[in-house]
Nanobody, 119 residues
């Protein structure tokens, strides 16, 4: 069972990135997918979640209107589109799989992908 977040990189302030979350060894479609980030020296922050059906999405207030979470059931993946990125959003971003309705604990965690927002 393995999750992997990808798509990170260097982006200028105000720019966009699209992160992807893939899985091997299990069906990602059966789980709610959460997105988290952790900046150096700070605690991990939950930023978004999408239910297993894709019908429900959740965002932390700081990213509402700028980030969009989605999933591609045909390809067993999930994505996080991030727009208008700010330097303080530089962090390692992780995806995790858990409860179908985005409640409770996340069982599976992937290796993160580094997002650097800098000019």
């Amino acid at each position: 069972v393995q999750l992997q977040a990808s798509g990170g990189g260097l982006v200028q302030p105000g720019g966009s990135l699209r992160l992807s979350c893939g899985a091997s060894g299990f069906i990602l479609n059966d789980y709610g997918i959460g997105w988290f980030r952790q900046a150096t020296g700070k605690e991990r922050e939950a930023i978004s979640c999408i239910s297993s059906s894709g019908d429900s999405t959740y965002y932390v207030d700081s990213v509402k209107g700028r980030f969009t979470v989605s999933r591609d059931k045909a390809n067993n993946t999930a994505s996080l589109q991030m727009n208008s990125l700010e330097p303080e959003e530089t962090a390692v971003y992780y995806c995790a799989a858990g409860d179908r309705l985005c409640r409770g604990e996340f069982e599976y965690w992937g290796q993160g992908t580094l997002v650097t927002v800098s000019s």
